[in-house]
């Protein structure tokens, strides 16, 4: 019987031996089980995490076009606004130092009121962008021969002389542009067509003469005349500072506009509308010319007429304009060993 108990005990111990570990290690699998149950949820998010940027990123490359084609279509339309100059502008302001130009007894100096515009025309020059050059930039003596060959040291550029008129006849008014060689011909007729028109002066047109700083440069070169000191009103004129800045901004336009000068003579345009510093495209007809290179000025001839002597013809012709920039009209022997003779400084209209 103790035999026979004590193995039915054996059994029994050997059951619980084996069966009670298996339930411990059911339940400690179920845990690990069940632990990682609720780890999708942050994989979901994870997934969920990278399709935010990409529809945020969608966005400014839908955007991104519009902002290009908004500033394009401004760059092209500023660009052909701007100046683009090619060439370098050499000023002449005439005379300068002990000559003073113009006539005896003359009371405002011309060559005062040339180095003011000619320095207002540089302002506005280099404002558009180009390059300025000035024979004189105080009031200093050049001679002749050394205009010429600042002018000539630069090849891609124009000559500019900016000068006031003067003449023993006080009622003598008006605008002159003078010009020598063919190829000058366009910026006279711009700058005249701009100058004429924008000064409330009288109209004596485009002149072809052969002034020594004209005839010896190898570049497009003019003189200007701003109007006759001499003449109470245009002296007022010259007075005026708003005055002498309009000269220059009009004097700038020609220089701007002389590549659109029409092969079709025109007359000057009676109205301004270049009040302000902008510039105006438009077609600028070619001036008609006075050629005076072989021949005297018709009004001043017809002066001479009148006083009929000619001893008074020698004396209006001893005042011819005689200065550092037109003191020479051809190459003339006999006519240059006669301007040597005289004495007097003087300015007529022509």
Known sequence: MQKHFLSISLVLLA?????????????????????????????????QTPQAPQTRSSIPRQQAPQTRTATIPTTKAVAPQGPRPSTTVVIDAGHGGHDRGGIAGQRVDEKTM???VAQRLKAVLQSYGYRVVM?????????????VAIANSYRDAIFVCVHFNATPRRSASGI??????????PLASAIHYYVAGGAP?????????????????????VLVECGFLTNPAEAQYALSSAYRQKLALEIAHGIQNRASVSRIAGATRIVSSSSS???EPETVPLQPFIDQTHYRDPDLARSKHRRGSKSS???TSSKRKKSSDSDSDSDSPKKSS???KKSTRAKTED
């Open 114 to 116: 040339n180095l003011d």
């Open 201 to 221: 002066s009288a109209n004596r047109g485009v002149r072809r003469r052969g002034f020594y700083v004209l005839r010896r440069t190898t570049i497009p070169s």
């Open 176 to 185: 002159e542009t003078y010009f020598y060689s063919s190829q000058s011909l």
């Open 15 to 47: 059951i619980n031996a084996y069966s009670l570990p298996a339930p411990s290690t059911l339940n400690e699998r179920e845990k690990r089980l069940n632990a990682p149950t609720p780890t999708p949820t942050p994989r979901q998010q994870i997934l």
């Open 313 to 315: 013809s020698k004396s």
């Open 338 to 340: 006669t301007k040597k």
């Open 135 to 147: 024979t004189r930039d105080s009031d200093v003596f050049i001679p002749l021969g050394t205009r």
């Open 277 to 279: 510093s902008a510039l």
